[in-house]
């Protein structure tokens, strides 16, 4: 389904964007009542609810004066040298602050405009379109931004028997011919999944064949369960001897690291010859960083005790709420992000989010709305993506029902 557009002439590609997810869920739930003897709970938007930290509130409030100039679009120094720092400290990167680093509005609107600063739409010698790869499920931006930019998707699905490592394999070599770029997001939404070095390696290898650009979305790259931090794309570029970052950009964001989703505060880093064309293009798009913003986000940076804390928050919840699940649930808890990625029980997961919402008043994202029918398959049916963002209890009692709603069910016959 495509949206409608009315008589005005307009960009015609608009028409290629497909409804938000959340709006598919509005249509789901349109006429169903849910349950009055419980209050909502909502396990469907993957927006981070922990408490935002003084200190970077009280450096955003201290930073009024920056309301009087126009921020430069590259950012105070300062601000790319604290992201520089932090780079050093969480992955031992020595990053050029000058040349390899730019301070972007949140890494929704930088992932989008680096496709339009890298996407070359001409058709090629037999009139097809570029191609964009991006994983499945996945991100919806990735695919709003390759079509807006006149790319054509293709959907590269993630295997849950190899946790849900992404199958590159499954892409063929004329495929690759037309790719210009790919998305990588690791730790992954909904799977959690973490690529590992052989991956990147592997990758790498075919952006050298081919020619594409890597743009590695690393946003949950702080919650994380396992001992071992998750390893960044640049981290992997130069464990493999890349110290250029040559065709890699990463995108790091504040938002859940530091709880401020609301302040839109990220950057990217890596090569520095995709960083000044994307200069370029965020400075006729307009896309500097408020003065106040990059005030708070340099002390958000150079901070590492709340993202200690705010880690061992989801460490604690997802120990509670996981176990209780699994119970009824084909699930387990990720390498990281702050999302459980379940395969329900009779495999429809629409209506499994419907019947939920309607029998018990909690709200799951059904898994088909993140991903794309692709070589005959959807790899979200059969799942449902649970943000676990609110307060543990209001988790674990969102768990206790959805465990009583699958009880519930006819058993069938053994
Ligand atoms: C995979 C992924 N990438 C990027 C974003 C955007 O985050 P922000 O723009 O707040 O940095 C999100 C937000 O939910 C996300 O899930």
Redesign the pocket.
């Known amino acids: 389904m495509t949206h409608s557009m009315d008589n005005n002439r307009m960009n015609p590609l608009l028409s290629r964007l497909q409804p938000y997810p959340f709006e598919r869920l509005r249509q789901l739930f349109a006429g169903v009542q849910p349950n009055p003897a419980y209050r909502p709970i909502s396990l469907g938007i ?2 981070p609810r922990h408490a935002t930290p003084l200190f970077v509130k009280e450096a955003l409030m201290g930073a009024f004066p920056a309301l009087a100039a126009y921020p430069p679009t590259a950012g105070d120094p300062a601000l790319r040298q604290a992201c520089a720092n932090w780079l050093q400290r969480r992955y031992g990167l020595g990053v050029d602050p000058a040349t390899q680093i730019l301070p972007v509005n ?4 930088a ?1 989008f405009a680096l496709v339009q600063t890298v996407i070359d739409p001409k058709p090629d010698a037999a009139g097809l379109r570029p191609v964009v790869i991006s994983p499945n499920p996945f ?1 919806q ?1 990735y695919e709003g931004a390759a079509l807006l930019a006149g790319a054509d998707t293709f959907y590269a699905p993630s295997v849950p028997e190899r946790n849900f490592a992404i199958d590159w394999d499954r892409v063929a070599p004329e495929v690759w011919q037309r790719t210009q770029l790919v998305f990588v ?1 690791s730790p992954g ?1 909904p799977t959690g999944a973490v690529m590992p070095l052989s991956e990147w390696q592997k990758l790498f290898e075919l952006s050298d064949r081919y020619g594409f650009v890597i743009a590695s ?1 690393e ?2 790259s702080e919650i994380y369960f396992r001992d071992e931090p998750p390893l960044g794309g640049l981290e992997a570029a130069a464990r493999l001897g890349r110290s250029d970052f040559r065709r890699l950009i990463s ?1 790091t ?1 504040l ?1 859940k690291r530091s709880n401020v ?1 609301g302040m ?1 505060s ?1 950057f990217v880093a890596g090569d520095a010859q995709l960083i000044k064309p994307f200069l370029l293009y965020r400075t006729y798009h307009g896309s500097a960083m408020s003065g106040m913003v990059q005030a708070a986000s340099v002390a958000a940076w150079g901070d590492e005790q709340h993202v200690i804390d705010n880690r061992a928050l989801y460490r604690e919840k997802f120990a509670q709420v996981t176990p209780v699940l699994q119970e009824v649930l084909d699930v387990r808890l990720p390498d990281a992000g702050f999302y459980l990625w379940a395969a329900v029980p009779g495999g429809d997961d629409t209506a499994f989010a419907r019947d939920l919402y309607a029998q018990y008043n909690v709200t799951v994202l059904p898994g088909s709305y993140l991903a794309r029918e692709s070589m005959g398959h959807n790899p979200g049916r059969g799942r449902v993506r649970m943000a676990l963002v609110a307060e543990t209890d209001e988790c674990l009692e969102a768990a206790q029902r959805i465990v009583q709603f699958v009880q519930s069910f006819p058993k069938s016959p053994s």
């Open positions: 993957g927006e949140g890494s929704r609107e992932l991100y931006i997001c939404n979305d946003c949950y995108f964001s938002s989703p839109r990220g």
